[in-house]
């Protein structure tokens, strides 16, 4: 399924939402049409119509629940619910847009235009984030080039800057902040001469932008109904529509992170919650229907009293109806007692896809400037330590390009995190607005450029600031993209981990070195790819980890060979790096069917490995000479289910037993001669 469109036809005279219908348009896929029969049956008069648009962001096929949210409190509210048809409409990704627009010029268009003659304003609102503005301001802008007189109104957190859309881009209305009241009050309003009677509203009115007066937060979120209450969640057979659902539990972030516009912005810094009862009711819901995974958008989850009501709730719907698969949020930044063990809960009844630390920098400067000095989760060992100690999957996250960063520190302060944390996920810092640092990157001297491809609409990479230049901020990201393919990519997270367990050399310059080296290597494969721009080599990431994965024994002697000279140049002996990088190419991701496979090593490569999985040395036994065989099971799927390097970790291999002693027979792998590289 590609886009749903569920079509809500509010009425005060029927509150059920009946599915009738699967309609099939040409050979592209099938969109479910949610329609209210009896409304068509009774209704005599022209409805307004109006059309909520959304859209997922990549790989996250989710209902909407922002633009349903709006909905619902509208039909419970709102005093025109009854004259007005509001149809949700759900774009899973770009692709669907031109044929939703096709199927909308033919049905929607022709409503729009009847509307517009009979004296009733037609609305199309727009939910804007990062992944779906540039696609939204060109959908805007083709639908208002149809109809001149169409109303468009547009929310979310990428537009809260409304002065850089309104008389610029084809944008009519912006809702500032919260908007399930705002939205109701402006569709309640008879005559635009009025808006400025609605607060949180930004308009043009004789070609200056206006802005109303804030609005404030509502504290009793108990007000507003579940989106639920305007969702469909399975089609008529009982299949789930979806795989996963953004839930809201509550709203708020105490933190003022100045990247972030999360606790700054439209949900401001108090935290309220709703009332564990909608919460329970939807939940139920949301797993009688089959949906797998439940990921919350909470700012700080852990930080209230009910979230630890909350987390029993959720293990005790796995327990009894084996649904969710997965409970994912943001967790709280001060990592407390009940956060520690909320996630141990969570883990040990298999729903915590991870236990993440967002630490984001380490370096001083850049924690002062980000206003993030005083948090707790600074203090990262202990709570590394205690969370790995009993067995949960914990992962750090890092951003590069914060300004008072710079690439020196921030190598020092990966370095160190290495050797702490058995995952790290490093994300370049995309400008976003409304942020702090948005507002202020004059004064920080911010350079920034587009997302490949999307326009400023899309957020901009910073590249460069006042603590570093443009040619450092480039090599930041090469580091990102090497990080990416050689660690994620799992084509030698165990030499990276020892080598940080070590201490002995610099790591992330190694991985830079190693991925300049892997390019040249590799320059015949990767074709149109302009090698010499850091930026695209960052874009075209996954086709240059699938080019080295196809070459790899070419991928592992060009590693080998680096390696020796990054050691040799700070003094070190190479052997036991070497000895881990055999281990790394017996396990990396491999193309074709399942198999397994019988790959002799002059050391117990087990030891190793066990020793270097639970973040610890190998002992100085395990690296001595001796013949070993292990018997090591590959899932296959490179370049076909595997098609880059995030996925790594899932169709890397498992040794499934080790044996003393060598295998030398037909379907084997000889012992490897990696390590003969450097001599030769």
């Known amino acids: 399924m590609q886009f749903v469109r569920?079509?809500?036809?509010?009425?005060?005279?029927?509150?059920?939402?009946?599915?009738?219908?699967?309609?099939?348009l040409g050979k592209g896929p099938p969109f479910l049409y949610i329609r209210n029969e009896r409304y068509h049956q009774e209704s005599e008069l022209l409805q307004r119509p109006v059309w909520m648009l959304s859209m997922d962001s990549e790989q996250f096929n989710a209902p909407p629940t922002t633009t349903a949210a709006l909905t619902a409190y509208f039909r419970k509210y709102g005093a025109t619910a009854d004259a007005t048809s509001v149809e949700l409409v759900h774009f899973q990704n770009?692709?669907?847009?031109?044929?939703?627009?096709?199927?909308?010029?033919?049905?929607?268009?022709?409503l729009a235009r009847q509307a517009l003659a009979a004296g009733v304003q037609p609305i199309v609102g727009f939910s804007f984030y990062t992944w779906n503005a540039s696609e939204f301001l060109a959908l805007a802008g083709d639908m208002k080039r149809l109809l001149p007189g169409l109303l468009i109104v547009a929310g979310g957190p990428h537009v809260q800057q409304a002065e850089d859309y309104l008389g610029i881009d084809p944008i009519d209305v912006i809702?500032?902040?919260?908007?399930?009241?705002?939205?109701?009050?402006?569709l309640d309003c008879a005559n635009p001469s009025e808006w400025h009677n609605i607060d949180g509203l930004a308009y043009l009115s004789g070609g200056v932008v206006v802005t109303t007066r804030a609005r404030e937060r509502c504290r009793e979120l108990e007000r507003f109904p579940s989106p639920l209450e305007v969702l469909t969640l399975a089609d008529h057979s009982g299949k789930p529509l979806y795989d996963s659902i953004s839930y809201e539990t509550s709203r708020g972030c105490p933190f003022k992170c100045a990247f972030c516009?999360?606790?700054?912005?439209?949900?401001?810094?108090?935290?309220?919650?709703?009332?564990?009862?909608?919460?329970?009711?939807?939940?139920?819901?949301?797993?009688?229907?089959?949906?797998?995974?439940?990921?919350?958008?909470?700012?700080?989850?852990?930080?209230?009293?009910?979230?630890r009501e909350k987390a029993e709730l959720i293990v005790e719907l796995k327990q009894r109806t084996g649904l969710p698969l997965s409970f994912a949020t943001s967790w709280s930044k001060k990592h407390s007692r009940q956060v520690q063990h909320i996630a141990l809960l969570l883990h040990r009844n298999r729903l915590l896809p991870h236990y993440q630390l967002a630490l984001q920098?380490?370096?001083?400067?850049?924690?002062?400037?980000s206003n993030r000095s005083n948090m707790s989760s600074n203090e990262y060992e202990p709570i590394a330590k205690s969370m790995a100690e009993q067995g949960v999957p914990i992962a750090a996250e890092l951003i590069w390009g914060?300004?008072?960063?710079?690439?020196?520190d921030f190598e020092r302060n990966l370095d160190q995190l290495l050797a702490t944390f058995p995952n790290i996920n490093i994300f370049g810092y995309t400008l976003l607005p409304g942020t702090e640092f948005s507002a202020r990157r004059e004064e920080y001297r911010i350079e920034a450029i587009p997302v490949a491809g999307y326009g400023k609409a899309k957020g901009e990479y910073v590249v460069g600031c006042h603590s570093f230049k443009r040619d450092e901020g480039e090599e930041g990201y090469f580091l990102i993209t090497a990080h990416m393919l050689l660690i994620h990519g799992h084509i030698m997270p165990l030499t990276t981990r020892l080598l940080a367990l070590k201490g002995?050399?610099?790591?992330?310059?190694?991985?830079?070195?190693?991925?300049?080296?892997l390019i040249e290597v590799l320059k015949p494969q990767l074709g149109d790819i302009a090698l010499d721009n850091r930026m695209d080599i960052y874009e075209q990431r996954d086709r240059i980890y699938l080019a080295a994965l196809d070459q790899q024994e070419l991928l592992y002697h060009t590693a080998a060979d680096i390696i020796e000279r990054h050691h040799i140049c700070h003094g070190d002996d190479y052997s036991a790096a070497l000895q881990a990088l055999q281990l790394d190419q017996a396990l990396c991701p491999r193309s074709g069917a399942e198999q397994r496979m019988r790959t002799s090593f002059s050391f117990d490569a087990h030891a190793v490995q066990r020793a270097l999985a639970a973040m610890e040395l190998p002992t100085t036994a395990a690296q001595r000479p001796a013949d070993w065989t292990l018997c090591i099971h590959h899932p296959g799927g490179v370049g076909d289910i595997l098609q880059g390097a995030d996925g790594g970790s899932w169709l890397s291999g498992s040794i499934e037993y080790a044996e003393p002693g060598s295998f030398d027979a037909a379907g084997g792998e000889k012992p490897s001669e990696l390590a003969l590289v450097a001599i030769a």
């Open 504 to 517: 002995d050399v610099p790591v992330s310059p190694l991985l830079r070195e190693i991925l300049r080296g």
């Open 361 to 369: 920098t380490l370096t001083p400067e850049a924690l002062r400037l």
């Open 402 to 408: 914060l300004p008072g960063d710079n690439l020196a």
């Open 175 to 186: 809702f500032l902040g919260e908007a399930e009241v705002s939205f109701q009050q402006f």
């Open 94 to 110: 770009s692709d669907d847009i031109l044929g939703w627009l096709g199927s909308w010029r033919r049905e929607g268009l022709p």
């Open 6 to 24: 569920a079509g809500c036809r509010i009425s005060t005279r029927t509150s059920v939402i009946t599915p009738l219908q699967l309609v099939i």
């Open 261 to 307: 516009e999360w606790g700054t912005g439209a949900i401001g810094s108090k935290m309220y919650q709703w009332p564990i009862q909608r919460i329970r009711d939807d939940w139920e819901a949301i797993v009688a229907a089959g949906i797998k995974n439940i990921w919350l958008a909470d700012s700080n989850f852990g930080a209230l009293k009910l979230d």
